[in-house]
């Protein structure tokens, strides 16, 4: 009995010390990256200004399927400029589909990779006239492409898929520029 303890707590202080060791490497990668984009970065969050938008970014647990979840991160930028108040951008998935059986209206823009990708609510006026802009329509088609995007109050949300540190550079970038394009600035 006290070997099958001894060896209990063996398996568990090598499953915790691997833990450790790979948050640690997750530390590390965006701790540069951080440093890399000029972000703060303090207990798994980002925080700063990247070419004047403020990133916030924060490990959180992502559901993947029913049993099955994973830490990623979140991203957030704030939307700003001619972006219209009230604006909420969601993946279209089947929840939205069977939301839309039920009344609740999206914005179609007659783009078809757009309007079947994304559901689009607010103003209509105000919406149908930001996404006219050509630099609007080709961020709602990148939103579209990647999948991982949204727009909640004001704020463009962007959690990658893929581990929490994996090619977090380039989401950030990605994140920002897709921001500014949506806010009606220079991407």
Avoid at 5 to 12: D, N, P, R
């Amino acid at each position: 009995m006290l070997e099958f303890l001894i060896a209990c707590g063996l398996m568990l202080a090598l499953g915790v010390g691997a833990y450790l060791y790979l948050r640690g490497e997750e530390n590390e990668i965006t701790a540069n990256v951080a440093a890399k984009l000029g972000l703060d970065h303090h207990d798994g969050e980002l925080t700063g200004t990247y070419r004047g938008l403020l990133v916030k970014g924060r490990r959180v647990q992502h559901r993947r399927r029913l049993n099955e979840s994973v830490e990623l991160y979140q991203l957030s930028v704030p939307l700003r400029g001619i972006a219209p108040g009230g604006l909420a951008i969601r993946r279209e998935g089947l929840t939205q589909k069977v939301t839309k059986l039920v009344g609740v209206k999206d914005i179609q823009l007659h783009i078809p990779e757009i309007d079947d990708a994304l559901l689009i609510q607010g103003p209509r006026s105000e919406v149908k006239e930001w996404a006219a802009q050509p630099t609007v329509r080709e961020a709602l088609a990148a939103m579209a492409d990647a999948g991982t995007y949204s727009v909640e109050t004001g704020q463009l949300l962007c959690i990658p898929d893929g581990g929490p540190d994996e090619e977090l550079e380039e989401h950030i970038k990605e994140l920002v520029a897709i921001g500014l394009a949506l806010s009606g600035e220079n991407a």
